[in-house]
């Protein structure tokens, strides 16, 4: 498990930057209160980071996880200081970073917990992959930096680490009947999609 969780910190690092699927979301879950700022800068061609309100709006509106939900209101109070306040993407740091991964880390174990039996269960680990990603983001296949994302999510569901070998490190592979290991694969898989730059950048 250790190699996963560096795993999806480096993902979080190194992703691209292409979150198409939040353009389903309202200007006022999307934006927040600096939306005159952050539209001006977007259409201006430049980058942005969400900030603590967009971050966890974007989170609750692909998890289908409420805000309200007593353990992400825990971990939000806890992370939110350490968040970006703006959308300066210059003002970003590594402790944005990890408090992001961290609330995405909480929106996705309620997402696993409610969505495993039904949606992922029966499925192998590539239909799994496929799935987790389709389900927060539009990756196009003939791009090879999406491809290049897409197989680092399948490393982590297939609980690969980060040895020059790429061997398994043992929990789960294929469809096996470990519940609890599966799904703890499945969380990282997720965290590791939502605390990317395709879904914490704009």
Same mark, same amino acid.
């Given at each position: 498990? +250790? ?31 600096? +939306? ?21 709006? %974007? ?7 409420? %805000? ?32 992001? $991964? ?7 174990? +309620? ?19 496929? +799935?987790?990603? =389709?389900?927060?983001? =539009? ?37 096996? $009947? ?12 997720? $965290? ?11």
């Amino acid at each position: 498990m +250790k190699y996963s969780i560096s795993l999806i910190l480096l993902l979080s690092i190194v992703s691209c930057v292409e979150p198409e699927k939040l353009e389903e979301l309202s200007d006022g879950e999307l934006h927040g209160s600096g +939306k005159d700022n952050l539209v001006s800068e977007v259409s201006n061609g430049g980058i942005g980071i969400k900030n603590f309100t967009q971050l966890n709006m %974007t989170y609750s509106k692909l998890t289908d996880v409420p %805000t309200y939900d007593a353990d992400v209101v825990s971990t939000f109070n806890a992370v939110r200081s350490q968040l970006p306040t703006s959308n300066d993407a210059s003002s970003a740091s590594g402790f944005h970073q990890l408090s992001a $991964t961290r609330l995405a880390f909480t929106y996705c174990e +309620k997402y696993i917990d409610k969505n495993y039996t039904k949606e992922y269960a029966s499925l192998n680990s590539s239909q799994r992959v496929q +799935k987790l990603v =389709d389900s927060f983001l =539009d990756l196009n296949n003939e791009n090879q930096d999406h491809n290049s994302f897409k197989a680092e999510v399948e490393k982590i569901l297939m609980n690969k680490g980060l040895k020059d070998d790429d061997s398994e490190v043992g929990l789960v592979s294929g469809t096996t $009947t470990d519940t609890a290991g599966n799904k703890k694969l499945l969380n990282l898989g997720c $965290t590791a999609i939502l605390s990317s730059s395709y879904v914490t950048l704009i």
